[in-house]
């Protein structure tokens, strides 16, 4: 079973991932329509692509929007499950010896207590998060049992990767979840709201074209809106 799951099926699980991702920013883009939109993308592209990046690198920032700043708790805990949710699965040092034996490279690993804060940090976060939707209204209002779901793919893979670490139980069952919910929660990137892993930065960078374009970015030159 391990072999399976950390060789042909591994690798199945990453090609569907990179592709169904790539359809998904594909479709993004050919979804866009200037007449909609009002946003002349084309012929305005390069002043539009330096507020897309001003408004993706302004957001990503911890406190460098009013948003941001207005919820210091959420901030704090949302960048820090975002954190552990992305460095931890690629600079795991267990990750790293399954990648160079299969394509012969390494990236640096963490070291082992930074790997474990990170990735209580992530199901802490997660709990946090379940937690947030129950007990404000204007989050449970939109939450349906999906985004529960959700939450329950993205933890379950660190959740069950600390039991397999700490062997509080039969390890080789531990691990084997360990890495079932790891390739489920990647093949949920590309078919879930999980997509938003690429589409965030889609939706920030037409937010900028938007404004950088049309909402005065362009105000004193020939724009004609």
């Not at 399976?4 to 591994?10: A, K, M, R, S, V």
């Not at 998904?24 to 007449?35: A, D, E, F, S, T």
Request: glycine share 8%; proline share 4%; aromatic share 14%.
């Amino acid at each position: 079973m391990y072999d399976l799951l950390t060789g042909p099926l591994l690798w199945l699980v990453f090609i569907v991932t990179f592709v169904g991702l790539i359809v998904r920013v594909v479709m993004y883009i050919r979804g866009l329509n200037w007449k909609l939109d009002r946003v002349a993308y084309r012929p305005h592209l390069g002043h539009g692509l330096k507020h897309a990046a001003r408004s993706i690198v302004f957001f990503l920032i911890p406190f460098g929007t009013h948003s941001w700043r207005s919820r210091p708790l959420f901030t704090i805990l949302f960048f820090a499950f975002h954190i552990g949710l992305l460095v931890t699965p690629i600079f795991l040092e267990a990750h790293n010896v399954m990648l160079e034996k299969s394509l012969g490279i390494r990236l640096p690993g963490l070291p082992a207590g930074v790997a474990d804060m990170l990735a209580w940090t992530v199901v802490v976060g997660g709990l946090f998060m379940v937690l947030r939707r129950i007990a404000f209204s204007d989050v449970r209002i939109l939450t349906t049992a999906y985004d529960y779901i959700l939450i329950v793919i993205s933890v379950a893979p660190f959740a069950t990767g600390l039991i397999a670490r700490y062997e509080l139980g039969n390890y080789d069952f531990w691990l084997i979840a360990h890495i079932l919910t790891g390739e489920i929660w990647l093949l949920a990137l590309p078919f879930t709201k999980l997509s938003h892993v690429v589409l965030f930065f889609m939706s920030r960078m037409q937010l900028g074209m938007d404004y950088g374009i049309k909402r005065g970015g362009m105000k004193g030159t020939s724009m004609s809106w």
